[in-house]
């Protein structure tokens, strides 16, 4: 029997050759195809996409043979492409969702299967619970029609998502100010999907795009992953700084990430670009709205809902919680503390590409350089400082879930406990507005703690804290 296929946060990852393989592709498409039929789905039709990673496009086409095969039409995309470009393509096309071959910021050895909605957004937990069972033990069990045949009448078709999704960023932003201000950007693709992108979007004025990492190479140099986070960012930041840019744009693997790096070649971490860009939708477009966030990123977004008056919602870490809340709740922008963010009037998905526009455009209207974003931001809420920690472990892990319940804890790098979140992971709240979380991996042995606080001296204690309580120290 076939190993069982388990979906994450956003989707199932493999190791490439190991448990993702050609036919544990065909099995999981499978399981989404029956999903979708089980949704008298059938006969819709559904884009595929696919990143830069090793074999992606063929897994692509594998996916578009089974889905063929289960009696749906296909949207196949011509080129690796950004998730949010496939998303917002799914509902461009009228389909009924989408599936996307990628690992996003996963190590060059692994590779993915995502799977979306109709709106574009990221399936709800309790539809890829369904998804799941409905995955064949067995190759024999699926349905597959060859790719040629689907093609040559027409079920399959491939198409250019560019232009559509070009139009439509032009309606949620004016480009023309960002192409004539004369800022000097330097975007790092990470071997990724947005390659081209900024300079394809900006280019006819005086803004100068500088790309570095902008073709592909499944083995991504010069980093770890394609994750927008130091020290796999360190060329770029440094990248800045040579060419006295700006500012620095990073975008992940599949570009539905950024990163933001300040004209000092100093990392502007990725709750603090979250509150930055809340700040620019009520501050500067004077938008109005809910502010969705996940339980792991920044009490920052909270203090801007009380100064604007707006509703702040936490949800459950990943967009399978983010994206049903902000089509619930007709929300301004919905993110996470992973760098991504999704915006109103886009699809609910994590767009690396808006958010960056977004920020060069904060600039431009502003005239202020990123670090003067950041101190402006402060002034508003606060300053706040971040950092995590991730690390492996041995043990049960029942064992050490009840280690953490019991602990109790009446201070945390000096601050005093105030409160437990058991949401999804174990929150402490702390005296100063600040939080400590303890999260595990669904799919590695690994405890993730992260910390937000106002006490910049105390950043550190506190993760050391949360470490001891983990049973890691």
Not at 9 to 32: E, N, P
């Amino acid at each position: 029997m076939a190993a069982k296929i388990i979906f994450g946060t956003d989707g199932w990852r493999g190791v490439i050759a190991d448990d993702y393989t050609f036919a544990s592709v065909k099995r999981c498409t499978q399981g989404y195809a029956s999903y979708l039929i089980n949704r008298g789905k059938q006969g819709a039709a559904l884009v595929v996409g696919y990143d830069k990673r090793f074999h992606s496009e063929n897994f692509a086409r594998a996916v578009a043979g089974v889905l063929y095969g289960n009696g749906f039409k296909v949207f196949l995309t011509d080129d690796a492409t950004p998730t949010p470009v496939i998303s917002f393509s799914a509902v461009n096309l009228k389909t009924a969702g989408a599936v996307n071959i990628t690992a996003s910021h996963n190590p060059p050895t692994d590779n993915g299967f995502k799977v979306r909605n109709e709106f574009g957004g990221a399936i709800d937990p309790a539809g890829l619970l369904e998804i799941e069972k409905n995955i064949p033990d067995e190759l024999s069990a699926v349905k597959e029609l060859p790719v040629a045949e689907g093609l040559s009448n027409g079920w399959i078709q491939i198409f250019d998502p560019i232009p559509a999704y070009i139009d439509h960023l032009k309606k949620l932003i004016d480009l023309e100010p960002i192409k004539k201000a004369g800022l000097k950007v330097t975007v790092d693709c990470m071997w990724g999907n947005g390659a081209g992108w900024f300079t394809r979007l900006l280019q006819g004025g005086t803004t100068q795009v500088y790309e570095i990492h902008n073709y592909r190479n499944p083995i991504f140099p010069e980093m770890k992953r394609p994750e927008p986070i130091p020290p796999n960012i360190n060329v770029g930041l440094q990248t800045t700084i040579d060419t006295r840019s700006d500012v620095l744009l990073i975008t992940d693997g599949d570009a539905d990430r950024v990163g933001i790096g300040d004209e000092n070649g100093v990392f502007i971490n990725q709750l603090q670009v979250y509150g930055l860009l809340a700040f620019y939708l009520l501050e500067f477009r004077q938008m109005r709205g809910p502010i969705v966030k996940t339980l792991s990123t920044t009490s920052m977004l909270d203090k801007l809902g009380e100064l604007y008056h707006v509703p702040v919602y936490e949800t459950g870490v990943g967009f399978k919680y983010v994206a049903p809340k902000m089509l619930e709740t007709d929300a301004m922008i919905g993110g996470e503390e992973s760098g991504g963010y999704a915006f109103r009037g886009n699809v609910p998905e994590r767009d690396g590409i808006l958010a960056g526009l977004y920020f060069l455009d904060m600039m431009v209207r502003t005239g202020k350089k990123p670090s003067q974003l950041l101190a402006m931001l402060f002034d508003k809420v606060g300053p706040h400082y971040y950092d995590r920690i991730d690390t492996s472990f041995k043990g049960d892990k029942a064992t050490k879930i009840a280690r953490i319940l019991e602990a109790n804890p009446e201070k945390l790098g000096g601050l005093k406990v105030t409160g437990l979140n058991t949401t999804d992971g174990y929150k402490f709240s702390m005296e100063d507005g600040g939080w400590m979380l303890i999260r595990f991996s669904g799919t590695e042995p690994i405890i993730r703690v992260y910390c937000e606080t106002t006490c910049k001296e105390c950043v550190q204690d506190i993760l050391k804290d949360g470490l001891k309580i983990a049973g890691i120290s």
